[in-house]
């Protein structure tokens, strides 16, 4: 996966990437075998209605890749508490059930429920007969306002891709996080390098710089 890599974050990647493609106004379905779990994620994708969070991008798809091969990213036995942010197809949550997390929540817009949910039924129907899980569930979640009820508590995970391209995000992304994070929690976040102008700095640069001032611990794992 060019251009993307993964980035660590705990409180207290290049060759040029091709133009990103419109989201199709037609939905459909992308399978994303794992390894390491049983069944296969099953995501709708290109939805109209959602957008750009209706697609799985590079970002995303390289996360899921990690968590299924990399025990040190993953570790088995599985997190207790996973939870994803700005989820959109809900591929990476659905990939940490499948590796056998306790509990996931999903989190978007409420422009997204539909399809995530459509997304969890199809990946349940793909299970083996017999396999047990724990439990997964959307939850609707707007970063910098108050924390939901079904988003409390204490996370061992938080998971996000392509979360950190728009620099107006920023402040509102760490917000949340520090709402969602204690000392025990680790954040994995994929980020996808893209073409800057001349003058431009790479928002995950400036993204990086903003959370460190608001008292996480950074590290960039590797590329992917």
């Known amino acids: 996966m060019d251009n993307a890599f993964i980035l660590q974050l705990a409180r207290a990647a290049t060759a040029q990437p091709e133009p990103e493609p419109e989201p199709e106004p037609r939905a459909t379905a992308l399978r994303f075998a794992l390894a390491a779990g049983p069944g296969r994620v099953a995501v709708v994708q290109q939805d109209k209605a959602v957008g750009i969070g209706g697609v799985a991008w590079q970002a995303c798809l390289a996360l899921g890749h990690a968590l299924d091969r990399d025990r040190g990213l993953f ?3 599985a997190p207790a508490r996973v939870l994803e942010l700005g989820c959109g197809t809900a591929l990476c949550g659905l990939c940490a059930w499948l590796l056998g997390a306790e509990e996931v929540v999903v989190t978007d817009s409420a422009d997204c429920r539909s399809l995530v949910e459509r997304s969890i039924l199809e990946t349940r129907e793909s299970l083996p007969e017999g396999a047990e899980l724990g439990a997964i569930r959307y939850a609707p979640l707007r970063w910098g306002q108050s924390t939901p009820a079904e988003v409390a508590g204490e996370w061992d995970l938080v998971l996000g891709s392509d979360l950190t391209y728009n620099e107006e995000d920023h402040s509102i992304l760490l917000q949340t996080l520090r709402d969602v994070c204690t000392e025990r929690s680790r954040v994995v ?36």
Do not use: M, T, W, Y
């Not at 700095?201 to 959370?211: G, H, N, T, W």
């Open 189 to 224: 976040l994929a980020h996808q390098r893209r073409p800057l102008a001349a003058a431009e700095v790479d928002p995950l640069e400036r993204f990086i710089s903003l959370a460190k001032e608001s008292g996480f611990c950074v590290g960039a794992l590797r590329d992917l």
């Open 75 to 77: 570790p088995h036995p």
